[in-house]
C-alpha cells in the first residue's frame, strides 16, 4: 500500500471512530434507569419511581463546572414556575463534590429544587456515566428517557419540550 493510500486510510478511520464516540455520547435512549434513590442534602431520601406520572428532570452538575452555575438561575426559574403544574427536577452534585461546597453554592445561588449527593457514584452510573457537565436527562411521565442533553440547556426548547409533557398529563386527565 502506498504511502498516500495508507495516510488516507488512517484518516477515513480516525473521522470514522470519532464519529461512532460522538454519536455514542448523544444517543437518545429510551428506557430510563431502573428505580434511583437519590440521598437529598436535606437528609430525604427521594425514588424516581415516585415521580413517575410526571416529567422530571435530571441535572447532573458539579460545583467546579461554570456553565453549570451559569445555568443553575434558569433551572431556578422554571422550576419556580412549572413545579406547580407537575415538573420536577433533581440535580444530582457529581461523586468528586465535597458535600459542604455543595451546600454553600446552594445557599449561594438559593437553589429551590433538591440536590443529591452521589458521594458512591451510584446515580452516574445508573444514567451510563456522565461524560461532562452539565448533562440532563428529562424522564419522561412513563419513566423513559425522553432527551438526554450534554452541556448548557436552551431554556426555551426545554420548557417548551416539558409544557408539551405537562399538557399531555392535563388532556389524559380529562378523558
Known amino acids: 500500500m502506498s504511502h498516500k493510500l495508507q495516510r488516507k486510510f488512517i484518516f477515513f478511520l480516525i473521522v470514522a471512530l470519532f464519529i461512532t464516540a460522538i454519536s455514542f455520547l448523544y444517543r437518545n435512549t429510551s428506557q430510563g434507569p431502573a428505580d434511583l434513590n437519590f440521598?437529598?442534602?436535606?437528609?430525604?431520601?427521594?425514588?424516581?419511581?415516585?415521580?413517575?406520572?410526571?416529567?422530571?428532570?435530571?441535572?447532573?452538575?458539579?460545583?467546579?463546572?461554570?456553565?453549570?452555575?451559569?445555568?443553575?438561575?434558569?433551572?431556578?426559574?422554571?422550576?419556580?414556575?412549572?413545579?406547580?403544574?407537575?415538573?420536577?427536577?433533581?440535580?444530582?452534585?457529581?461523586p468528586y463534590n465535597s458535600p459542604d461546597l455543595v451546600l454553600k453554592v446552594i445557599k449561594d445561588l438559593g437553589i429551590n429544587f433538591p440536590i443529591a449527593l452521589d458521594i458512591d457514584g451510584e446515580a452516574v452510573?445508573?444514567?451510563?456515566?456522565i461524560p461532562a457537565t452539565p448533562t440532563h436527562f428529562l424522564i419522561s411521565p412513563q419513566g423513559k428517557i425522553a432527551e438526554r442533553i450534554v452541556g448548557t440547556v436552551n431554556p426555551a426548547t426545554l420548557r417548551s419540550k416539558i409544557e408539551a409533557m405537562l399538557l399531555e398529563i392535563k388532556n389524559s386527565k380529562k378523558i
Open 125 to 129: 452510573k445508573a444514567f451510563g456515566g
Open 39 to 94: 440521598k437529598i442534602v436535606d437528609g430525604r431520601q427521594l425514588r424516581l419511581e415516585q415521580y413517575r406520572d410526571r416529567p422530571v428532570l435530571i441535572n447532573f452538575w458539579a460545583t467546579s463546572c461554570t456553565y453549570c452555575i451559569y445555568e443553575m438561575p434558569e433551572l431556578i426559574k422554571l422550576y419556580e414556575e412549572l413545579s406547580k403544574e407537575g415538573l420536577e427536577i433533581i440535580g444530582v452534585a457529581m
